[in-house]
């Protein structure tokens, strides 16, 4: 192939021509800064159109607040995202919210032994605590008044709203539907003397909440764009159902749907997940897919979306830096309510190993309390025959290979454009003409690119220089269409330190 000159030769002008090509070098990696959907249902007060509105570029919580409204399931998960990592690129779209009821619970006061020393009543909201003072004189129906107005006041960061009837204060979750029953509730009354108040029926969650939202429509409206993370704001009923027609059934089978093809979109999903372990596992069973993540905490107060929320934003900060960042046992940066009987509730070191072992990312705790992310992993964990298979066990396992794979579909076709092909010549013959390539110009060049994800750390060197001694790294001219270039890459990603062995003998 020719050399690049600064004046054609033809050209009859004296003098110094000059050129500086800024492009001369490797190509920077083809990808495009990290960019999530959310996917989540809005309350009555938000602005966005359902099923047929996307909000590019959200900008923020507060902008979440106002599309879905504030302090719904979406606007807490934005603001677990945003609290990660505040330059997140996000977009937002909204299924119609689900149609049957909302769940509910009573918080009843009692005056017939009237209050004779102010009472500190605290009630607790999806691990947000509201505190009133009912005080010596007050009835149960001021005391339910004062606990209203305070609920209202914290509106932007609870799910609920509250309403009082002669002391007996119904919280109702902001959407309808089953999502609504992972909402925990509580009360205590400290202090003082007199008076009474307690959850109906003992509830320790909102209860009555029926139906889900159909995702089908709203992941039509994203089908041209790609995502590297979805994160599926939903019930906990939903995420761990044995169903293809889930929310996350539905996100799973529209990734599988786009991830091949011209315009293939390599994409992720992530699903936060309460309640027991044993329900969990069922969902990721269920999936048992290398692109979908299920966070999980055991007895979580947050909201299941919240956990994932706080995920998305943990992983778009961090991989947007390295693609196969180890961020096992890592702290975040979002405030998150996890069990509150951390001794009865964290995951004992066997159940932690049961839902490693079972497509669960599960979340752990330090010494002060604060929720870890333990090892986050895909719900892939067993093959068609049903046998353990961690060939997809760590979520940096496709995020390391998306990084490269869109860099390529990046890189190559701008390193060669309007290219001719041909077949490797044979020693001694001329060198093809301007514009015309050979197999190996093509493989040297998807080697050099592989190189530098190798100094990145993202693939190792041992299986790439494997590959290309062994000759399993294909690049070549199709024996049927001559108009085609195979190229085939067999890679593997650098695997995260999980954990040491450690053996002190006496000597």
Request: with cysteine; net charge negative; hydrophobic share 40%.
């Amino acid at each position: 192939m020719g050399i690049p000159l600064a004046v054609p030769p033809t050209v009859r002008t004296p003098g110094l021509a000059l050129l500086v090509n800024l492009l001369a070098g490797v190509p920077s990696p083809g990808t495009a800064p990290l960019r999530a959907c959310i996917l989540a249902p809005k309350g009555s007060a938000g602005t966005i159109t359902p099923d047929t509105q996307l909000v590019q570029g959200l900008g923020g919580e507060g902008n979440a607040a106002t599309y879905l409204g504030a302090g719904t399931p979406g606007h807490l998960a934005a603001k677990a995202l945003y609290a990660e990592y505040a330059l997140a690129q996000v977009d937002l779209a909204a299924p119609v919210a689900a149609a049957g009821n909302t769940a509910t619970a009573t918080v009843v006061f009692d005056d017939a032994s009237p209050v004779t020393a102010a009472r500190t009543v605290d009630l607790e909201v999806a691990g947000r605590v509201i505190e009133i003072v009912w005080q010596v004189g007050e009835t149960k129906t001021q005391a339910g008044d004062k606990l209203v107005a305070a609920i209202g006041k914290l509106t932007s960061d609870l799910p609920v709203t509250a309403s009082n009837s002669s002391g007996t204060v119904t919280v109702a979750f902001k959407l309808p539907g089953t999502i609504g029953n992972d909402c925990t509730i509580g009360v205590t009354m400290t202090d003082g003397a007199g008076g009474a108040v307690s959850i109906g029926s003992d509830a320790t969650a909102l209860s009555g909440g029926t139906t889900e939202p159909s995702f089908v429509n709203v992941l039509s409206l994203i089908s041209g764009r790609e995502y590297d993370l979805i994160l599926v704001v939903g019930s906990n009923a939903d995420a761990v159902a044995a169903s293809s027609t889930s929310g996350p059934g539905r996100v799973k089978t529209h990734i599988e749907t786009h991830r091949t093809g011209f315009s293939a979109r390599l994409q992720q999903a992530v699903v936060g997940v309460t309640g027991t372990l044993s329900a969990a596992k069922t969902g990721a069973a269920q999936h048992d897919y290398g692109y979908l993540e299920y966070v999980f905490c055991q007895a979580g107060r947050s909201l299941p979306c919240e956990f994932a929320g706080a995920e998305v934003g943990a992983r778009l900060r961090e991989e947007s830096v390295d693609p196969t960042v180890n961020r096992m046992m890592s702290a975040y940066q979002a405030t998150l309510y996890g069990a509150k009987d951390l001794v009865a509730d964290a995951l004992t070191d066997a159940e932690l190993e049961d839902a490693l072992q079972s497509g669960v990312a599960a979340i752990v705790y330090d010494t002060t309390g604060a929720p870890l992310m333990s090892r986050p992993i895909t719900t892939y964990w067993k093959d068609s025959n049903a046998n353990p298979d961690d060939r997809i066990l760590d979520v940096a396992r496709p995020t390391g290979l998306h990084a490269v794979a869109k860099d390529l579909r990046v890189a190559i076709p701008a390193q060669f454009p309007k290219a001719k092909l041909i077949k490797d010549l044979e020693p001694g013959d001329d060198e093809p003409p301007e514009g015309v390539i050979e197999e190996r110009d093509v493989k040297a060049f998807v080697i050099s690119r592989l190189r530098f994800w190798e100094r990145r750390g993202v693939v190792r060197r041992d299986k790439l220089d494997a590959a290309i001694a062994n000759g399993s790294l294909i690049v070549r001219v199709n024996p049927v269409d001559e108009h085609q270039c195979d190229i085939v890459l067999p890679l593997s990603i650098v695997p995260g330190l999980a954990k040491w062995s450690l053996v002190v003998n006496q000597a």
